[in-house]
């Protein structure tokens, strides 16, 4: 049989067996999302994904399917819903997947979960997906279960942050389609990403409130909201072993306290 990191790929008893021997599982929380013209819709997918099968490697961890639909996409963090191909999700059904999905790991006896989440939107939803779920088994009987959620733009040290941007960090927010996934993107699926489309319209001007019926001129016409120029795969590498690195430091801290709450 195969060694592979996916949960999906190996046959049950396979999987009842590593999460018998404490095996960590890792969800990857992405989007179908405009990514810009320069880069393909899967970017939400492709990063957390990556993340996960990483840091998975490293600490005896299976990666799930990952979730490819996001919570719906906003102007100010991810162009809004005036792009083609960008699906969304309402934050009710996303809750409710990530909901169930940990209910049922925990039925099978899963005790250590790692979301890894690759879409700004996702985060709120998540939070209540997990609580929802510890509302549902019931907070006093599932004390022996412990959920990490982690952004994987977090894990980013400083440094690093002031390497790839030494006249400041515009935010992850506005980080939409720009350096930070452009050079992740350059470090995974190079064929993916064509900066000879990118049209260096951002940043984006935002107001500091939000109106509806939205203004359409707030968001960029490339659906980039912040910057391209400066991304290379060499960034996306230095990114990518932050995020790496800092979750499976996380893993060994918190799992090694014997799930105790
Ligand atoms: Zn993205
Ligand atoms: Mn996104």
Not at 44 to 51: E, K, L, N, Q
Not at 68 to 79: C, D, E, I, L, V
Not at 196 to 208: E, K, L, Q
Request: hydrophobic letters at 40%; aromatic letters at 6%.
């Amino acid at each position: 049989m195969t060694e592979s990191v996916f949960y999906a790929d190996l046959p049950w008893p396979e999987v009842a067996a590593r999460v018998a021997a404490g095996a960590p599982i890792f969800l990857p929380l992405g989007a179908t999302e405009q990514h810009g013209r320069h880069m393909a819709l899967n970017v939400d997918v492709v990063i957390p994904t990556a993340i996960a099968v990483r840091a998975a490697s490293l600490v005896g961890g299976l990666v799930l399917p990952t979730v490819a639909y996001g919570n719906r996409s906003q102007p100010k963090t991810g162009g809004g819903p005036r792009f083609p191909g960008t699906l969304n999700l309402t934050a009710h059904t996303f809750a409710l997947i990530v909901r169930d999905v940990i209910c049922d790991l925990y039925r099978q006896n899963v005790r250590k979960i790692v979301t890894v989440n690759g879409h700004f939107e996702n985060i709120g939803p998540t939070i209540e997906g997990i609580e929802l779920a510890l509302d549902a088994l019931g907070r006093d009987v599932v004390r022996d279960l412990v959920i990490l959620r982690v952004d994987h733009w977090d894990m980013v040290q400083p440094q690093t942050l002031d390497r790839i941007f030494p006249d400041g960090y515009p935010g992850i927010e506005l980080e939409h389609a720009s350096v930070i996934e452009t050079s992740i993107m350059l470090a995974l699926r190079p064929e993916l990403v064509d900066l000879a489309r990118a049209t260096h319209d951002g940043p984006a001007n935002f107001r500091p409130y939000d109106r509806y019926p939205r203004p359409s001129d707030e968001v960029p016409d490339s659906g980039v909201l912040s910057l391209t120029e400066g991304s290379s795969a060499e960034k996306g590498e230095w990114l990518l072993a932050d995020s790496v690195n800092g979750i499976v430091a996380m893993i060994e801290s918190e799992f090694s306290k014997g799930c105790k709450a």
